[in-house]
């Protein structure tokens, strides 16, 4: 009938009727308001289909950031942490949570009173069966310590000339005279690179089936309530390889092991599949053996994992950057790019920042809302610090005070150029250079020096004062860049490797 009527109408009548048809029906049949970017968006309209559209039509206006609402497993969720001792501290801590998730601290012999004693009475006190992976047998606080070195093939090891220092160092423990330390002639980080695989088959073979194994080094620093939170809205049955992205071979990916990576259990299934025999029985790390060559010719072990990964594995990093940051707390440049994300790990953070930030961490613990790096500003106080003697701030994002002022006069000159720089929150005075910098940071302190090879730095005669670092802060702007800065809601940043260190 309807066909019937719409052949008597005139051409013009019928290109007229049609228009108003679909400009009437268009915007109610074809765009759908979408929240998470706050704006209609095209495509078949849920209210005419009873169901949301497929996940393929969302992905060209997916936002940058998952909208997770996360809770903390902390019981109680923040505690007072003055005159109690490291038991009562974990009190708190849901060890729950570990029936799923398998933390694997990877370390060396050598650096065990240096930095593992620390992250013991610390970030890492509080989990039981942590697996800790060395290059040597032995007892440590009373935790064990394994050798995943010594699962390689036996004659890859008697025949490899990179590991005559591993040799020597069992021979000092079997006879007894192995001190703390590494004796001089020892180097324990060339023994790193051939920790990274083992350490993985040695994992799935004391703990199986877990639902992720988080890796990390003894000088990372872990957000535990974070990470349990990152780790809750994710699919272990599904290949996932989390970490900061660095580049790895042929193009891939690896994540970066100073602020560790995480495998969930598919991952491992995977890469471990033929280190055991039909019956179950273990067969040895086949997952090494397949990459011997690349152990012996590659720098570094993440860089190895990241293409193991990729090809035993069949999948590619998910990176998560910034919230695996490579950065110590100290270093942390904060800025857009540090800010509302939550914080998952950092690298190299010393031992005192490592207890000090743990206490602080479970003093001001929230239920709802994850530890952000806007919030890591309370703990460094970088409100408040307007001046460091003997202290360098500006190693990162530094540039230089243009030339054609007084900036390179004096420190006090040089703070003023920053003052008149929108872009620079603090400043560093040295040998009579001006660096400015656009992102808020506390630095290290640094010994007077001339760093320099330029000869006609070094043939200049620099007083004592000359030589000293001199750090400021424009604390004015820093504190009006916060407050223009608040964060409504974590950043909880989607899986990426454009977005990178």
Request: with cysteine; net charge negative; charged share 25%.
């Amino acid at each position: 009938m309807l066909t019937a009527r719409l052949s008597g109408l005139r051409p013009l009548h019928f290109i007229v009727l049609c228009a108003v048809a679909l400009f009437v029906l268009i915007p109610w049949l074809t765009f759908e308001w979408h929240p998470e970017i706050g704006e209609h968006v095209l495509g078949a309209s849920s209210r005419l289909l009873g169901k949301k559209p497929p996940p393929e039509t969302k992905k060209p206006f997916e936002p940058e950031y998952y909208d997770w609402r996360t809770r903390s497993q902390f019981q109680p969720v923040r505690q007072n942490v003055n005159n109690k001792s490291v038991e009562e501290l974990c009190q708190s801590f849901p060890r729950h949570l570990l029936q799923d998730i398998q933390p694997v601290l990877k370390t060396g012999h050598g650096v065990l009173e240096t930095r593992v004693r620390t992250q013991l009475r610390s970030a890492s006190a509080c989990i039981d069966d942590l697996l800790i992976f060395s290059d040597i047998d032995e007892i440590f606080e009373d935790r064990e310590v394994i050798d995943v070195v010594g699962d390689l093939r036996k004659d890859y090891i008697q025949g490899n000339d990179q590991l005559p220092d591993y040799l020597a160092q069992k021979e000092l423990a079997d006879n007894g005279t192995l001190t703390e330390g590494n004796p001089a002639h020892i180097k324990g980080w060339a023994l790193d690179k051939f920790k990274f695989l083992p350490q993985i088959s040695r994992a799935w073979r004391m703990r199986p089936e877990k639902r992720w194994y988080v890796f990390f080094e003894a000088d990372t620093y872990i957000v535990w309530d974070n990470m349990f939170r990152l780790l809750a809205n994710y699919d272990p049955d599904v290949p996932l390889y989390f970490g900061s992205p660095s580049p790895s071979l042929a193009g891939t990916w690896m994540g970066n092991g100073g602020p560790g990576y995480v495998l969930s259990r598919e991952t491992v299934r995977r890469l471990v599949k033929d280190d055991f025999d039909e019956n179950g029985a273990y067969a040895g790390c086949k997952l090494c053996e397949r990459w011997e060559s690349e152990m012996m010719t590659n720098c570094c072990g993440d860089s190895i994992v990241g293409w193991a990964v990729h090809e035993d594995a069949a999948t590619n990093l998910s990176g998560l950057w910034p919230m695996f940051n490579p950065h110590p707390l100290h270093g942390v440049p904060f800025s857009k790019l540090y800010w509302c994300e939550p914080v998952i790990s950092m690298h190299k953070t010393t031992p005192e920042d490592t207890i000090g930030l743990w206490k602080w961490e479970e003093s001001r613990r929230e239920a709802f809302r994850p530890l952000l790096y806007a919030d890591m500003i309370q703990y460094l106080n970088l409100t408040d610090v307007e001046l460091r003697v003997d202290w360098d701030n500006a190693d990162w994002d530094g540039y230089p005070a243009p030339k054609d002022g007084d900036a390179y006069n004096s420190f006090e000159d040089c703070g003023e150029a920053c003052k008149d720089d929108k872009n620079c929150f603090q400043w560093n005075y040295h040998l009579k250079r001006c660096t400015l910098v656009k992102s808020i940071r506390l630095g290290s302190a640094r010994e007077a020096q001339v760093d320099s090879k330029k000869p006609e730095v070094l043939e200049k005669d620099w007083s004592h004062e000359d030589q000293r670092f001199m750090a400021g802060w424009d604390i004015e702007r820093i504190r009006e860049w916060i407050d223009h800065h608040q964060c409504d809601r974590p950043h909880w940043v989607r899986p990426s490797t454009e977005r990178i260190f």
